[in-house]
């Protein structure tokens, strides 16, 4: 069935550190993917998103690009600050049923330390 | 702009006891979803709503969970006879109905609950 693998935490960095958080996943039919950001006693909050191979997503300078030929969308930023820890969820999105449902990975903590 | 909001944000219950939650989704999204998300896990599809009409359960609801959306506005879930293993937070998302897989949910902050 359509999953999604993602790199386990906690990672823990410096301030102004590059950060990689691999995401991989296995999907039957065109999926999309997505990012989400879960802030301490916050909601799931959409970080960026790619909708089909080759797209590259980006936001608040986080970046990720669809590669379908590695089934994967690896989450990455040059200078991380203290306030992007936070639990990263990858996730992808494909028609099946009614709807398109949402599956994602199981979380990496970031951890920046100033 | 109002997201997302979800009442209760927390409860804590007896086992064999029934709860209730409810969404309200932002306005104009006439899609609605359940989602449960337990400790160092993602979170994991439940059920779907477009408008009114419950159109996917995952095989994850069991028969002591049902799910309603009146007027195709705000939703409720609700558990009855309730079990240690429903702790977890339930998280509910919206969005706007578009044809292909990029439509964006928007998440509420959930509910987190606790059966003792």
Redesign the interface.
């Known amino acids: 069935g359509d999953s999604v693998t993602q790199m386990e935490g906690p990672v823990t960095l410096s301030e102004e550190a590059f950060l990689t958080i691999n995401c991989t996943y296995t999907a039957t039919g065109y999926p999309s993917l997505f990012w989400y950001v879960q802030y301490p006693g916050e909601g799931l909050q959409l970080l960026l998103k790619a909708t089909k191979a080759d797209d590259k997503g980006s936001n608040k300078g986080f970046e990720a690009t669809y590669r379908k030929e590695t089934t994967s969308f690896h989450l990455e930023k040059g200078s991380v600050q203290v306030s992007d820890s936070a639990v990263y969820f990858c996730a992808l999105s494909v028609y099946g049923g009614a709807t398109n449902k949402l599956i994602f990975g199981t979380g990496t903590l970031l951890a920046v330390q100033p | 702009d109002t997201g ?1 909001s979800q009442d209760p944000r927390h409860k804590i219950t007896k086992r064999g006891q029934n709860v209730t939650f409810r969404c309200d989704p932002i306005s104009e999204h006439n ?1 609605l ?1 359940w ?1 449960r998300q337990t400790l ?6 439940l059920t ?1 709503f ?1 408008n009114e009409a419950q ?2 359960k995952s095989r994850l609801l069991s028969d002591r969970f049902s799910a309603e959306r009146p007027k195709g506005s705000f939703s409720t879930l609700e558990i009855q006879r309730t079990e240690q293993g429903d702790s977890a937070m339930y ?1 509910c ?1 919206s969005s706007l109905a578009s044809s ?11 509910t987190r609950l606790l059966v003792l």
Do not use: H, S, W
């Not at chain 2, 160092?40 to 599809?45: A, L, M, R, S, T």
């Not at chain 2, 292909?100 to 959930?110: E, I, K, L, N, W």
């Open positions: 997302v899609r979803y989602y160092g896990q993602g979170p994991e599809f779907y477009q159109l996917e998280l998302a292909g897989t990029g439509v964006t949910q928007y998440f509420g902050p959930g």
